[in-house]
């Protein structure tokens, strides 16, 4: 079982829907980070969250610490928010980065 | 204030082949990580510098290895390419060392070894 599970894999939306991205995690962390790649592979960091909530934009994310999970909210989405999301985690004891396998989402208008 | 800069953007090397990479970090930020996405496992962590010191390592064989310079530009090396270092090797900086911070990747170098 992969310590960052994410789901959906593949979500296909019609513009102006609310769409909701889930991770969890099995190990203990001192950070998660949520991350959106485009066709042609750059990465941008949308969130690094260690408790609460952060908002920026549409975009909200969330997490639980007690239950190990996180979601990514997009409100009123929009085509250009096509790409694939992907979920980080921080370990705690060895500070390594933890992937995700990543939402590939898909906004049609 | 210009992004992380990764060059080459595309190489093409053989099996037994060795390649280095270069990530130029944002300016000012001392902390440059590596990683490696491939279709099969997804993004894996490669290793972090830190002022020119490694400072964690990911799960990958000796022929991984990287550094980092003074200007804190890094520079990650593979030896005797096989055919499964076949990759998007991609690097972030950050300001400091990544625990808890934001991080800023470069578009990547894609790597096809035949």
């Known amino acids: 079982k992969n310590e960052v599970e994410q789901s959906p894999q593949n979500l296909t939306a019609q513009e102006g829907e609310f769409i909701t991205i889930n991770c969890s995690y099995s190990v203990g962390i001192s950070a998660l980070h949520w991350l959106q790649q485009h066709p042609g592979g750059g990465i941008v960091s949308l969130f690094m969250?260690?408790?609460g909530k952060k908002k920026h934009g549409r975009l909200i994310a969330t997490i639980n610490i007690q239950e190990k999970h996180s979601s990514l909210h997009i409100t009123a989405s929009h085509p250009r928010d096509s790409a694939v999301y992907i979920c980080?985690?921080?370990?705690?004891?060895?500070?390594?980065?933890?992937f995700g396998t990543g939402t590939r989402l898909q906004v049609f208008p | 204030k210009a992004g992380v800069t990764q060059t080459p953007r595309y190489l093409i090397k053989t099996r037994g082949q060795q390649v280095t990479l270069s990530c130029s970090p944002i300016s000012g930020h001392r902390s440059v990580s590596w990683y490696q996405q491939t279709p099969g496992q997804g993004l894996q962590f490669l290793f972090e510098y830190f002022s020119e010191t490694q400072r964690n390592k990911g799960n990958f064989p000796g022929r991984f290895s990287g550094r980092q310079f003074s200007n804190s530009r890094s520079e990650m090396n593979v030896s005797t390419l096989e055919l499964g270092d076949s990759a998007l090797y991609l690097c972030?900086?950050?300001?400091?060392?990544?625990?808890?911070?934001?991080?800023?990747f470069g578009s990547g170098t894609q790597l096809s070894v035949l």
């Open positions: 972030a900086s950050s300001l400091e060392q990544t625990t808890n911070e934001k991080l800023f």
């Open positions: 980080a985690v921080r370990h705690l004891d060895t500070d390594k980065l933890i």
């Open positions: 969250l260690s408790s």
